[in-house]
């Protein structure tokens, strides 16, 4: 089964991901990889504001998630730090989140077809307010994110609509739940979906044992 966290850009998905990995071993965790894709589109110099330089960089984004996907096909159970879902809606929506009507649809037909064939079975959206998120960005000096505005206000309106869609989405608010609150409630989430019976005393142990901030919003 292929599970995947969606939300904002500083929502916590990481560090649940990186709780799971430590806490629930039968769970395969699959990062989302960019810098071999970061580093081919700086080499060949491609400009994401340009029509042909985006489809260009979308098409690398998509055949990358479609490796990823096979790979995570291999354990029984994979949860995704986003997964082909969010390829999906970024390479159809980031064009309009920058004032442009570019036609993506036709243009990259094939790429999105054999992508849509990723898709996980479950989503799990972390919703947070903007204060919530822009304090965890604040407080995590691991990373720059630079796009971070531009995903909050431009994109998240877009993705927010979008996820509403669909019928395999499941939502937790997370801006009042502590790191290992919100680690707890997703491990709970992916053992209901994959019909494992959950230890919630096993969880309450975990939980005090972090209470001295072993976790950290990443």
Known sequence: MILSLQGCMAVGKTTVINYLREHAPYVHSSYESTAHIINEVRERKLDKTKYEDYLEIQKLWLNNEVVRYQK??????????FGAEEIEFYTLNYPKSIGQDWEIENALKEDLERVRNCMPERILFLKASPETLRRRKEGDTTRSRTFFEHHLEALMPLKEAWFSEKDNVDY?????????????????????CIGREHNNMYIYAQEKSLEKGEIKIV
């Open 172 to 192: 937790l608010t997370v801006d009042d739940l502590s790191p290992e609150e919100m680690a707890a409630r997703v491990w709970a989430w992916v053992d209901s």
């Open 72 to 81: 995570a096909l291999e354990f029984p159970c994979t949860i995704m730090d």
